[in-house]
């Protein structure tokens, strides 16, 4: 039997399943670098440090930061520091210190970004940062130059900075993360797209999963869709008009989904997912955590190639730097990688379903929610 909820409370959807797991969430790199960049303008402009330092975040959240470094420089800069607290995540920087570093800039300057001890750089392409620029994501630099501006506003500032963003340890850190891998040198990514740290215990999220279908059957819904994030949670609602109740945070765990699902049917499944992440379902990972599964390229050159692709270009695909890269080589040569790997995704998902009668249809998006990629919808027997 699942459980009620109680007045107010989501029935369902990802803040349910949240509540549901009793694990603490957290704040990304780039909610820690936003409340340190804040601080620090402020002082730069009044001359105080705001402790703690609110911010907003994309959702509408206002989380306080306390501060745990406040400086003035002697070259007319201000730094300030956030010790990031990932909640009850695993997360390799949990702890982490991280710096922000504003200057004023002459009028028309803009805000700038630059990398700092333990951020960093972008040496090769595939990446939704151009090769050389600081290693922080599109999400948070909007989110600095959004306070960046407030803060002007507010206290008679031209908002023209430079944001130099630190984190103490980052490149140590780095190395336990595939940033290397993926040609970022130097340090750390700053990322987030929400700036809350959803965590991830197997155990209590798949079981989150599970209530989250339960809640589903037990309102009637008939189509419920599985998703990888919130930026996909917003793209399965705006193609599906969905209601809360039949979304479910299936995170990396798209077996427990599956496999869920199979002994308790609905009549339609969705997983809505980052194509490099639901190219790991094509190629048969149920789980898509990127400590144990990692996009296969030589796969999608296998997939890219059934599509059209010719053999120069399949052998490109399998030496991308990641699953974006291969798309955008793809994309611009008109061969539908998106739709193949949704396709081959959405099949994956039938034979782990096992004959239950559940249609299923599957959508890639880009890190923006736009969709990359899409498959027909099927059902068990259909070809």
């Given at each position: 039997m699942s459980e009620s909820a109680g007045p107010g409370e989501p029935k369902g959807g990802r803040g349910a399943q949240l509540k549901h797991t009793g694990l603490r969430p957290g704040w990304t790199t780039g909610a820690c670098a936003t409340a340190a960049t804040t601080a620090a303008y402020t002082a730069?402009?009044?001359g105080e440090f705001p402790d703690p330092v609110t911010i907003t975040l994309p959702k509408g959240q206002t989380p306080a930061f306390a501060l745990a470094v406040e400086e003035r420089g002697t070259d007319g800069s201000a730094t300030a520091g956030v010790v990031k607290d990932a909640g009850d995540d695993p997360d390799v920087t949990h702890g982490a210190l991280v710096r922000s570093t504003v200057r004023e800039l002459p009028a028309g300057s803009g805000v700038v970004f630059r990398a700092g001890p333990g951020v960093g750089t972008v040496t090769r392409?595939?990446?939704p940062l151009a090769v050389g620029e600081p290693a922080i994501n599109p999400v948070p630099r909007e989110m600095m130059r959004t306070h960046v501006a407030e803060v002007a506003a507010r206290h008679g500032g031209s908002g023209d900075v430079e944001i130099t963003i630190s984190i103490d340890n980052g490149a140590e850190i780095a190395r336990s993360t595939w940033n290397p891998r993926l040609g970022i040198l130097g340090g750390l990514s700053v990322l987030?797209?929400?700036?809350?740290?959803?965590?991830y215990s197997c155990s209590?999220?798949?079981d989150s999963i599970r209530r989250g279908v339960d809640v589903a059957r037990a309102a009637g819904r008939t189509h419920v869709a599985g998703c990888t994030g919130s930026t996909s949670e917003k793209t399965v609602i705006r193609e599906y008009a969905l209601p809360e109740d039949a979304l479910l945070d299936m995170g990396d765990f798209a077996g427990a989904v599956l496999k869920y699902v199979r002994r308790h049917p609905v009549d339609r499944l969705t997983i809505c997912g980052g194509f490099a992440k639901l190219s790991k379902l094509a190629a048969g990972h149920l789980d898509l955590h990127s400590a144990r599964s990692q996009v296969d390229k030589p796969f999608l050159a296998s997939l890219a190639a059934?599509?059209?692709a010719s053999p120069e270009l399949a052998e490109q695909i399998a030496e991308a730097n990641t699953g974006l890269a291969a798309l955008q080589l793809c994309d611009a040569a008109g061969v539908p990688l998106g739709d193949l790997v949704a396709a081959e995704a959405r099949d994956q998902a039938l034979s782990v379903l096992r004959g239950a009668p559940v249609t299923v249809d599957v959508?890639?998006?880009d890190r923006a929610?736009?969709?990359?990629?899409?498959s027909a919808l099927r059902g068990p027997g259909q070809s």
């Open positions: 730069l402009l009044t392409p595939g990446l987030g797209t929400t700036g809350i740290v959803v965590p209590a999220w798949i059934r599509g059209g959508i890639c998006i929610g736009n969709v990359v990629g899409r």
